[in-house]
């Protein structure tokens, strides 16, 4: 499995990014999806997922109402639209198939800072 994240970048408080996984090497329209993230000292954890048609979104409380996952299976590629930013938002950002969770990416960092 190949998994290739990119859209990442330095924002301002307050400022949008649109992140992009491209994935290849496995059936990407059977998986349920995430994306996660590192922050600076901290654990990797799971901020959205998506279920394998795209049907079903599930977001972590501290993004919700800012953040969207969406996916298209024809292209094998997975999207997370980053809304009103924080500071707290910071982190590499990864995306994976959480039932195979190997072979991760280099991630895109997200850096959002005045």
């Known amino acids: 499995e190949k998994f290739v994240e990119s859209g990442g970048g330095l924002v301002q408080p307050g400022g949008s990014l649109g992140l992009s996984c491209a994935a290849s090497?496995?059936?990407?329209?059977?998986?349920?999806m995430r994306w996660y993230r590192q922050g600076p000292g901290k654990e990797r954890e799971w901020v959205a997922e998506?279920?394998?048609?795209?049907?079903?979104?599930n977001l972590v409380d501290s993004v919700k109402g800012r953040f969207t996952i969406s996916r298209d299976n024809h292209k094998n590629t997975m999207y997370l639209q980053m809304n009103s930013l924080k500071p707290e938002d910071t982190a590499v950002y990864y995306c994976m198939a959480p039932s195979l969770f190997r072979n991760w990416g280099q991630g895109t960092q997200v850096t959002v800072s005045s």
């Open positions: 998506i279920s394998s048609s795209g049907g079903v979104t």
């Open positions: 090497g496995f059936a990407f329209k059977s998986y349920n």
